[in-house]
């Protein structure tokens, strides 16, 4: 995905969740997750962010997790996928 973040501005890579080299493309984004439990997003590692915005290209210091990855084209599609498949 692209965008440009201000109309003065040109359009670009939304960082850091996708670049055009494909560097990012297999990886998985989990917000609001430890890996085990559910954490706030938070900018200092103690205190919850209120809300999305302006947040946007922010450096997480608790609430995300990015270990995963997966060679799918889209993970939407193989969710739904294997959703259509668990239902008939």
């Known amino acids: 995905m692209q965008k440009a973040w201000n109309v003065s501005e040109p359009i ?8 055009t080299d494909g560097s990012l493309s297999n990886t998985i984004f989990e917000f609001g997750w430890t890996g085990s439990a559910y954490e706030h997003l938070s900018l200092d590692g103690e205190t919850p962010v ?16 990015k270990s995963k990855t997966d060679s799918a084209k889209s993970l939407f599609v193989k969710v739904r996928l294997q959703l259509d498949r668990a239902t008939t």
């Open 12 to 19: 670009a890579d939304y960082e850091p969740y996708y670049k």
């Open 50 to 65: 209120l809300d999305w915005m302006h947040n946007e290209r922010a450096e997480w210091k608790a609430g995300l997790v």
